[in-house]
C-alpha cells in the first residue's frame, strides 16, 4: 500500500544553518505530496505542496520538488530560526474507492537553538 | 472565514467509557476527515464522511464511528474505550472539488484514558 517515509530526528541545528528532511514514498498513481507543520500543543498546519511532478511547493523559506524518479519530497530552508522548531510531518494523498486520505510519515522533530 | 474547530480542547475518561468529540467544518467545505495522532506518531486516517455518509475508512474497529450533520459538522464516538485510544483526534475539512486533496486541520482533541 502507499506509505511515507521520514528521516527520523530529532534534528537539532544552530540558528541560520541549513535545514533539510528527507522524505520519500512509495504511491500509485500521482499523489499530491505535502509538508505539514506542528507546534508544540497545537493541530497541523500546512507549510507547503506540490501537485505533479518536478513542482516545487514553497513558504515561509521552506522549499521541497516532487521529484517522480527518486520518489522524494525532501523539505530545505537556507536559514533557519528558532520560531522554526517544530514537528514537521510529509504527506501524500490516496485515493480509494470514491474518497481521498491523507497518509502521514511519522514525523521529524526540528530543534533551533540561537 | 472561520476555519475548522474541535471541542473539548482535552477530556479524561476511564477505561470502557464513551466518547463524542466534534468538529465545526471550515466555512464552505463538506467532507470531513478524523484522524488519529499517537503520542510521538504521524496521524492515521480513521474515516470520512461526505454528505452526511460515511465514504472511506482506515483500519479501525467499529467502537469507533461518527456522523456528519446537514450543516457538515461532524462527530466522532469512541465506545468501549481502551487505554490505546490515548491519543489526539484531529479533524480535517476540504472541499468535495478539492482538487489537489488538500485538508484543512483543526487544533485537535487530546483524549487520555486512565
Known amino acids: 500500500g502507499d506509505s511515507v517515509t521520514q528521516m527520523e530526528g530529532p534534528v537539532t541545528l544552530s540558528e541560520e544553518a541549513f535545514l533539510t528532511i528527507n522524505c520519500t514514498y512509495t504511491?500509485?498513481?500521482?499523489?499530491?505530496l505535502f509538508w505539514y507543520v506542528q507546534y508544540p500543543g497545537e493541530g497541523l498546519q500546512l507549510l507547503l505542496k506540490?501537485?505533479?511532478?518536478?513542482d516545487k511547493g514553497s513558504n515561509k523559506g521552506f522549499e521541497a520538488t516532487y521529484r517522480k524518479e527518486t520518489t522524494s519530497f525532501h523539505l530545505e530552508k537556507g536559514s533557519v530560526q528558532v520560531s522554526d522548531s517544530a514537528v514537521y510531518f510529509c504527506?501524500?494523498?490516496?485515493?480509494?474507492?470514491?474518497?481521498?486520505?491523507?497518509?502521514f510519515g511519522a514525523g521529524t522533530r526540528l530543534a533551533v537553538h540561537p | 472565514e472561520t476555519g475548522v474547530t474541535q471541542s473539548p480542547t482535552h477530556l479524561i475518561k476511564t477505561r470502557g467509557q464513551q466518547v463524542t468529540l466534534r468538529c465545526s467544518s471550515q466555512?464552505?467545505?463538506?467532507?470531513v476527515s478524523w484522524y488519529q495522532q499517537a503520542l510521538g506518531q504521524g496521524p492515521q486516517f480513521i474515516f470520512q464522511?461526505?454528505?452526511?455518509?460515511?465514504?472511506g475508512r482506515g483500519n479501525f474497529p467499529p467502537r469507533f464511528s461518527g456522523l456528519q450533520f446537514p450543516n457538515y459538522s461532524s462527530e466522532l464516538n469512541v465506545n468501549a474505550l481502551e487505554l490505546d485510544d490515548s491519543a489526539l483526534y484531529l479533524c480535517?475539512?476540504?472541499?468535495?472539488?478539492?482538487?489537489?486533496?488538500?485538508?484543512?486541520f483543526g487544533p485537535g482533541t487530546r483524549l487520555t484514558v486512565l
Open positions: 504527506a501524500l494523498s490516496a485515493r480509494s474507492g470514491g474518497y481521498n486520505k491523507l497518509i
Open positions: 506540490a501537485t505533479k511532478a518536478d
Open positions: 480535517a475539512s476540504s472541499p468535495r472539488t478539492s482538487g489537489d486533496n488538500e485538508q484543512f
Open positions: 464522511y461526505y454528505r452526511e455518509e460515511e465514504n
Open positions: 466555512s464552505g467545505h463538506n467532507t
Open positions: 504511491a500509485t498513481g500521482y499523489p499530491s
